[in-house]
């Protein structure tokens, strides 16, 4: 299982005007192995491998001192970066979901370095501070408040620059907790009015998020003249306030999502429609249906730290069915009572947060009991166990 750690980075002036240089040659080398494959396509009808890539970046650096002077391992995270997305289009294509081609990167907008080989050597502790060296790279100092893992193998550093700070991910492989008895179970219903509602009747109200000072950078943005430096100001001003109020949403989610597993041992959420089929026109359905998919990955993430299982099944009809008898009752959104001929008179949501509950029982129920490896089953209707792979700490 691999933890992520995102930690706050510390770099002198210097130190950011170099990172910035590497981020433009890491532009470039995109963008020419972008060409190289297009090109390489179109004469052979053959595509280029990550490894036929690695090759030509090692003559590369042979012939230019420049690349040759910073560490291969910064460069072949870009030839990831290729083969990664060439991968996602093609995948998406044989998926027939909609697909963008690969795009040529604008040196001005590269802000991110991954290295996925050989990293462990990179970060050394310095007295009391944690440094990463790479060749090539200014000196970096990783600020963390928590404990990083002290036998864990890391497999991964992110380098990101955002309008507010430098940040560094470390990405840690650490032993996959064993999962507890079950119980303690919860579905969870989202609302459009109510975040949540749980089978247990607890709510969560929305949060609505305070526009006033985004739309007034964002009316200073369109008042500058296109291409000055007051622009370009004020489009940072705003870039922040953006990261500041996405902070302040991921932070809560973080908090929720971190109660939820604290309180329940067998979680059970609606699964979300795929993006080709939100285009319905509802708006606020598929604003939510982000902040729903943003919490579940939280939650997956959480999940699977602390050994509790999270189940996804189809939500549809769970706002009909009566939990109690089964009868289809019919109602329409502003009916906010659910009443059964059985008698059973129970909030909508509640009722709605209880079928999930049901439904995720007798998708993994029977298994669960004999089995612990939950992550591999997978139910032949497309239930699928929800099966997290990275974990996100944020410090
Ligand atoms: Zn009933």
């Given at each position: 299982m691999i933890k992520t750690y995102k930690c706050r980075a510390k770099l002198s002036c210097s130190g950011h005007e170099a990172l910035s240089r590497v981020f433009g040659m890491c532009a470039t080398l995109y963008n020419a192995c972008l060409e190289e494959r297009i090109d390489y396509y179109k004469k052979t009808g053959k595509s280029r491998s990550y490894y036929d890539q690695c090759k030509a970046l090692t003559e590369v650096r042979a012939d230019d001192p420049e690349y040759a002077d910073i560490s291969v391992q910064v460069f072949r995270g870009v030839v990831g970066r290729i083969d990664k997305a060439y991968k996602l289009f093609f995948q998406k294509m044989g998926a027939k979901e909609k697909a963008g081609f690969p795009r040529f990167k604008s040196s001005r907008r590269w802000r991110t370095i991954e290295i996925n080989d050989q990293c462990w050597q990179m970060l050394k502790r310095q007295g009391d501070k944690l440094v990463l060296r790479i060749k090539g790279l200014p000196r970096i100092e990783v600020k963390t408040k928590r404990e990083l893992p002290p036998n864990a193998l890391l497999k991964a550093i992110r380098i990101t620059k955002k309008p507010l700070r430098t940040e560094v991910a470390l990405s840690y492989e650490v032993p996959v907790p064993e999962t507890k008895p079950l119980n303690n179970p919860v579905g969870i219903d989202m609302g459009i009015s109510k975040r949540l509602t749980t089978s247990n009747g607890e709510t969560v109200e929305k949060r609505e998020i305070d526009r006033k000072e985004l739309k007034r950078l964002q009316r200073s943005v369109s008042r500058k003249k296109k291409g000055s430096n007051n622009r370009k100001k004020a489009v940072l001003l705003l870039g922040k306030e953006w990261q500041r109020v996405a902070d302040k949403e991921r932070d809560y989610l973080h908090r929720l999502s971190a109660e939820i597993v604290k309180m329940y041992d067998f979680i059970v959420v609606e699964k979300l429609k795929t993006k080709n089929m939100l285009r319905n026109g509802n708006l606020a359905r598929s604003i939510q249906e982000q902040t729903w998919g943003k919490f579940i990955t939280l939650l997956n993430e959480k999940a699977e730290s602390a050994g509790v299982i999270v189940v996804a099944v189809n939500p549809e009809g769970t706002s009909q069915e009566?939990?109690?008898?089964?009868a289809v009752v019919k109602k329409d959104l502003s009916t906010r009572v659910h009443r059964c001929n059985c008698g059973l008179v129970l909030d909508r949501d509640v009722n709605a947060a209880i079928n999930i509950l049901h439904r995720g029982i007798s998708v993994a129920g029977g298994r669960l009991k004999q089995s612990r490896?939950?992550?591999?089953m997978r139910d032949k209707q497309g239930v699928a166990l929800a099966r997290p792979r990275t974990v996100e700490v944020t410090v």
């Open positions: 009566c939990s109690s008898c089964g490896m939950v992550g591999r």
